[in-house]
């Protein structure tokens, strides 16, 4: 059966850039970069990933699913290949479509994510899933939640906008997506993949990121053929709404390399 179409927004018209969000976001987490991206000639397109905003759920909430998923928004968009841009869980998604479907990649831009979630151990999960739901089961809603968790996940140098985005990206997520989506991601491993890689892959990393560190993303970078590694300073988790331009920067440069990988 061919898997329901998420929905997008869309902007512009070129090259396609698709994005892919992190857990607390939402098509609306990129807003900045469809605009940048949109202005100077791509096709900027932003999903809300299965369960989030007005796309479908999908049973079992797994990253084949949400691969599975994803490629069929790029079949719907008929642009051949696509560069994937990753947040967070969204890396994982693209790490997913990259495993299944490489034809389907022309670039790859990887930030604040990992080729695997946490520890092998099933304790160290429950509990990680247990302390993330733990304000959920005691009656706190999506929006407090982030305002809690927003913060804790910024760098010192975050723009304030930015974090506002978050916040309110983070407060639209439907609360039994986020349960299952963190039930998703401990189970996430696809390091064995990166050596296969085989196209241009930008990896970028917050200096104050404690969920996807910089010597995690770059270890990362270490197993990917040819890939480029960045740090950005100042920022954590959110590098995109963090630091917009810095990072719109950053994209725009890669994006402008000539492909020299195959």
């Known amino acids: 059966m061919t898997p329901r179409i998420p929905k997008f927004s869309t902007l512009g018209g070129g090259p396609t850039v698709l994005m892919l969000h992190g857990i607390g976001?939402?098509?609306?987490?990129?807003?900045?970069?469809?605009?940048?991206?949109?202005?100077?000639?791509?096709?900027?397109?932003?999903?809300?990933?299965?369960?989030?905003?007005?796309?479908?759920?999908?049973?079992?909430?797994?990253?084949?699913?949400?691969a599975e998923s994803c490629i069929a928004?790029?079949?719907?968009?008929?642009?051949?290949?696509?560069?994937?841009?990753?947040?967070?869980?969204?890396?994982?998604?693209?790490?997913?479509?990259?495993?299944?479907?490489?034809?389907?990649?022309?670039?790859l831009i990887l930030c604040g994510t990992s080729p695997s979630f946490g520890k092998p151990d099933g304790g160290w999960q429950r509990s990680f899933i247990a302390e993330r739901t733990a304000p959920l089961d005691a009656g706190q809603s999506m929006a407090q939640l982030a305002a809690q968790l927003v913060?804790?996940?910024?760098?010192?140098?975050?723009?304030?906008e930015g974090l506002q985005l978050a916040t309110h990206c983070m407060s639209l997520v439907n609360p039994s997506t986020y349960r299952r989506a963190l039930e998703a991601l401990v189970s996430f491993d696809r390091r064995a993949?990166?050596?296969?890689?085989?196209?241009?892959?930008?990896?970028?990393?917050?200096?104050?990121?404690?969920?996807?560190?910089?010597?995690?993303v770059k270890k990362?970078?270490?197993?990917?053929?040819?890939s480029t590694f960045i740090e950005m300073a100042g920022v954590g988790h959110l590098q995109n709404l963090e630091a917009p331009d810095d990072f719109?920067?950053?994209?725009l440069n890669f994006l402008a390399l000539p492909r020299l990988l195959h």
């Open 193 to 216: 993949n990166l050596p296969q890689i085989r196209v241009p892959t930008l990896l970028i990393a917050g200096e104050h990121d404690r969920n996807a560190p910089p010597a995690v």
């Open 73 to 107: 928004l790029i079949e719907s968009l008929r642009c051949g290949e696509v560069t994937l841009l990753g947040h967070s869980m969204g890396g994982m998604v693209a790490q997913e479509v990259v495993a299944r479907r490489p034809e389907l990649v022309g670039k």
């Open 25 to 66: 976001g939402g098509h609306l987490a990129f807003a900045p970069q469809v605009e940048t991206l949109a202005s100077v000639g791509y096709r900027a397109v932003a999903w809300d990933m299965p369960g989030y905003g007005h796309s479908a759920p999908i049973e079992p909430y797994t990253f084949k699913g949400l």
């Open 248 to 251: 719109d920067t950053l994209v």
């Open 151 to 160: 913060p804790e996940m910024a760098g010192p140098a975050a723009l304030p």
């Open 220 to 226: 990362m970078a270490g197993s990917i053929p040819g």
